[in-house]
């Protein structure tokens, strides 16, 4: 018998086969391998203590956000009158925009620096500020994500209420468990950078920098496309 037949005859299979499906749409959008170099370049040369608390806060605001959109953010985006669509648009800019700064960024900007140094309290309370935007939101959970978790969401609701409950309760779960592997990768993304070096690192970096670019500008054409077809639906 496979493990999802086993798991189709539990009491429990709404919530059992929630966790790895949210887990396995997320993981893809979430990128964390490729947002944990975004994450070293905008705070590189900072004290690991910083840097550990950083992760911490990040994590925890991931699940949070994500969870939020899970359980109410249909409602939320229905309240203000806002689409999918426009989040991707408006989202996608963000991403975009950050990734092509970065991209430009000096050399010597991104290389560690004296100012940690000189005033590591000042950089202890800059960083720890950009805990939610931008390294949270939209660096690690993007419009992207959002679509996949309102995706998500609308997947696990049923006509009853007893599986709609276990399976948005499972996909909770997923998404903690996703929050938990972008603090592993936050975390222990200097010791691989470390071992490619100052130049290896440099170039992967850049290279993030300009997949971030694209990923926002893909975001954004998609967010445009969907805004082109409800109207052209509303005409029709």
């Not at 900072?46 to 840097?51: C, K, R, S, Y």
């Not at 925890?60 to 899970?70: E, G, K, P, S």
């Not at 805990?131 to 939209?138: G, R």
């Not at 290279?207 to 500008?217: E, K, T």
């Amino acid at each position: 018998m496979s493990y999802f037949a086993f798991l189709a005859l539990t009491p429990l299979s709404d919530f059992f086969q929630a966790i790895p499906f949210s887990y396995m749409a997320l993981f893809p959008v979430l990128n964390p391998l490729g947002c944990a170099l975004i994450f070293l370049t905008l705070t590189i040369g900072a004290p690991d203590a910083v840097l550990k608390t950083l992760c911490k806060r990040i994590a925890i605001n991931t699940f949070i956000l994500l969870a939020v959109v899970l359980l109410i953010g249909t409602y939320i985006l229905s309240f203000f009158g806002i689409t999918v669509a426009i989040v991707q648009v408006a989202g996608g800019i963000v991403v975009a925009y950050i990734g092509w700064s970065l991209l430009n960024q000096a050399p010597d900007t991104t290389s560690g620096g004296s100012n940690v140094a000189e005033n590591p309290s000042e950089i202890k309370k800059s960083l720890l500020d950009k805990a939610f935007y931008p390294l949270t939101m939209p660096i690690t959970a993007g419009p992207g994500c959002i679509a996949v978790t309102l995706t998500i969401g609308a997947h696990e609701t049923s006509s009853g209420y007893h599986a709609t409950l276990l399976g948005q309760c499972g996909a909770a779960v997923g998404i903690m468990l996703c929050a938990a592997t972008v603090f592993l990768c936050y975390r222990y993304a200097q010791r691989i950078t470390t071992k490619l070096g100052e130049n290896g690192t440099h170039v992967i970096m850049r290279l993030s920098a300009f997949i971030n670019f694209c990923i926002g500008l893909q975001i954004t054409w998609h967010g445009i496309v969907s805004l082109i077809r409800s109207v052209n639906h509303f005409h029709a």
